[in-house]
């Protein structure tokens, strides 16, 4: 412990965060500023982590909440040799390797992207049930601490409930978080908006709570040293710290602590770019050099940490040599692959809900694939989620052996809980509700989509055919919201969503199929609640026939030179072949009916299998429970679609079928109507 060196590391860390957003013309400095204490107590004398691996499954993880607070990550992590000093001059620049809010690039030792409060922290809690989930399954040896760190406006996003009540009565003790509690937001002072007592409140959750001086090293260090001990209760640090904390005015007068630090340069503040800078110890025309005994310093912590993993890592390859078995199988679960999975196997009665299908299958995933994890929404029972519980049990407070998490009413919390535990690794993330509440998960499954993470979202009672719960259950607009992310392309490049809503428990398989093989983006399964006649099989199996779903669409029936093709998803598709019964037996019309189970991976097909599934020189008809614009853009300008284009109603479903024109009669006169115009 040197108290100089630690105070000067700290202040080259509030210097480079000043200059980053100084140069950018853009940023939040005075968070870092008041963060620079903890950030450097932290990973210069606690955070384990191997310098030279840095994607090591066995390291501690950082979760940042506060992602305006991008700086501090990036100054720190300079330090630590992971940036290089014309990174941080780029800071928020075209291009750069430094954005404005951290985008998740393990190598650099950024584990999440956040920007959107409150997701940061939960995803925090995410990784550690993942690593007290895996830690059950090989040992306490798996002992690598996951830490948070959350500001004002993280502690005030309603996701905050969700996750420090989970976090609390799951009792992880893994996992520590920082609150840098300096009582300023971006408008206003924190007295202005609240007067609740986090530190209670967190107490009620069942958190070990401790409040310090956010700029006391001594302070620091003792509560690191009492959260590290800690085998009950997740801890909460609340650090009490100065916005700006070292800024000063042109005559060298402190200014700190003003709410105007908060999401602007320095220099358009009543602080003093320059004066500030000096008072640091940098030297203003230099801005971006890490001091030279801090940098010497920094050298030997990079020593120290690399020697520890080393250490470390000796003692996990002893324990692989004497647990073969096991060290296969966590290597297993590490890589991201699959185990031989045989979804012939699984057997459907007919005319199943395709979500009481996804039970059947999710039955079979509980006993042949360990590392899953499924969470829902207090709908177990009723997203059929049950058929994954009743082969395990759920995680509970001193006992992770189960992998069935009960999130409670709280869907956003578990979308973004989901999103951690994909960060972690080791583990496959499935989350259900109904299709309706996919609405409170958007701002997580934004993010999964972002993060290129193979989360599985698990929806059911996916259209109007909820029935008597009435129009706040019944999704409408849903569908054709989430099959925007299948038009929206990630940072590789691809589809940064893969939305499958199946025909039948058929295609409910091969659906589950293509979740479980998409590894690089989220995917999203839409379930009926109502029973659906199985569509008729082409060969001496059904299952094979849907197995042309992995194209993204395909012919479910066929005859040469149709009159009309037929195209939708989900049970709309057994209503078209109603229809197709009265057409062919009644008007004499020749019938193809197109299932597009995702119109994301149908269209990455070639232009020719595209054309023969949806001949574009044939007239065209869409059905679908939601907004006709679900299938406008297959059957295009000259195809007609017939959809929803109101909230529904509460009454039986099969009323609603009829009073909405959804059977096999009224669609059949709607595809004559449309055909009398072409």
């Not at 406006?153 to 893994?174: D, F, K, T, V, Y």
């Not at 070639?606 to 679900?630: C, H, M, R, S, W």
């Not at 300008?637 to 009669?665: C, I």
Request: with cysteine; charged share 25%; net charge negative.
């Amino acid at each position: 412990m040197n108290k100089k060196i630690d105070q000067q590391a700290a202040d080259n860390i509030r210097a480079l965060a000043v200059a980053m957003v100084e140069k950018a013309k853009s940023g939040h400095p005075g968070g870092p500023m008041g963060g620079a204490d903890y950030m450097h107590i932290l990973y210069s004398e606690f955070f384990n982590y191997d310098p030279t691996d840095m994607t090591w499954p066995f390291r501690d993880r950082f979760f940042m909440d506060a992602g305006h607070l991008s700086t501090l990550m990036y100054a720190q992590y300079y330090l630590l040799g992971n940036y290089a000093k014309s990174d941080l001059e780029q800071f928020r620049q075209w291009g750069s390797i430094t954005p404005g809010h951290p985008e998740v690039d393990v190598k650099r030792g950024v584990e999440n992207t956040s920007g959107p409060l409150g997701q940061g922290h939960t995803m925090g809690v995410g990784a550690a049930i993942a690593a007290k989930f895996l830690q059950a399954r090989f040992g306490d040896w798996m002992n690598h601490k996951i830490y948070g760190f959350i500001s004002d406006g993280g502690i005030q996003e309603e996701i905050s409930q969700g996750a420090g009540r989970i976090a609390g009565h799951l009792g992880l003790s893994n996992f520590i978080m920082f609150f840098d509690s300096n009582d300023i937001q971006l408008s206003t002072p924190t007295d202005e908006v609240t007067t609740e007592d986090t530190a209670m409140k967190y107490k009620a959750w069942g958190w070990k709570v401790i409040t310090i001086d956010g700029h006391d090293h001594d302070e620091i260090r003792k509560a690191l040293t009492e959260a590290n001990n800690e085998t009950e209760r997740p801890t909460l640090i609340i650090g009490k710290t100065i916005m700006g904390k070292g800024c000063v005015t042109a005559e060298g007068a402190m200014f700190e602590g003003y709410t105007e630090l908060h999401g602007q340069p320095i220099g358009n503040t009543g602080a003093d770019y320059e004066k500030t800078l000096l008072n640091l110890g940098a030297d203003p025309e230099n801005p971006f050099d890490i001091f030279e005994e801090v940098s010497s310093f920094y050298k030997e912590i990079i020593a120290n940490k690399t020697e520890q993993a080393a250490q470390k890592k000796a003692k996990i390859s002893a324990w692989k040599k004497d647990n073969g078995a096991l060290a296969k199988k966590l290597d297993f679960f590490f890589s991201g692959e699959l185990p031989e999975l045989d979804f012939s196997e699984i057997v459907h009665k007919e005319g199943l809900a395709t979500r009481a299908a996804s039970a059947n299958i999710l039955g079979y995933l509980a006993e042949h694939v360990e590392n899953m994890i499924v969470s829902s929404a207090d709908l177990s029972n009723s997203d059929k989620t049950d058929g994954f519980l009743k082969k395990t049990h759920a995680l509970q407070k001193g006992d992770f052996t189960g992998a069935f998490l009960q999130a409670g009413v709280a869907e956003l919390t578990m979308a973004a809980i989901a999103n951690g535990l994909a960060l972690h690794g080791g583990v496959i993330p499935v989350v259900a509700t109904f299709f309706v509440f996919s609405d409170y998960m958007k701002p997580a499954i934004r993010l999964s989509g972002i993060q290129e993470l193979p989360v599985k979202f698990v929806w059911t009672h996916d259209a109007f055919r909820v029935g008597e719960d009435g129009p706040t259950h019944q999704p409408i607009e849903q569908e054709a919201q989430i099959r925007l992310l299948e038009k929206l392309k990630n940072h590789s490049g691809k589809a940064s969503f893969m939305a499958l809503r199946p025909a039948d428990s058929a295609e409910t398989s091969v659906a589950w199929k293509m979740a479980l093989e998409n590894k690089n983006t989220p995917s999203g399964l839409i379930l009926s609640r109502q029973g659906i006649k199985d569509v008729p099989a082409q060969s001496d199996s059904r299952y094979n026939d849907a197995l042309a779903a992995e194209k993204g669409g395909y012919l479910v029936k066929e005859v040469d030179n149709p009159d009309v093709v037929l195209v939708a998803n989900g049970s709309e598709v057994s209503t078209l072949i109603d229809a197709a019964g009265i057409l062919e037996s009644e008007h004499n019309l020749k019938v193809n009916i197109a299932s597009v189970i995702s119109e994301g991976v149908f269209r990455t097909q070639d232009k020719a299998y595209q054309n023969y599934v949806i001949p574009k020189n044939k007239p065209l008809f869409g059905l679908t429970a939601g907004l006709p614009v679900n299938l406008e853009g297959l059957v295009g300008e000259k195809g007609f679609v017939f959809g929803v284009d109101h909230f529904g109603y509460s009454a039986p479903a099969k009323v609603l079928d009829d009073k909405f024109g959804f059977t096999g009669e009224k669609v059949s006169q709607e595809v004559l109507n449309y055909l009398k115009t072409v």
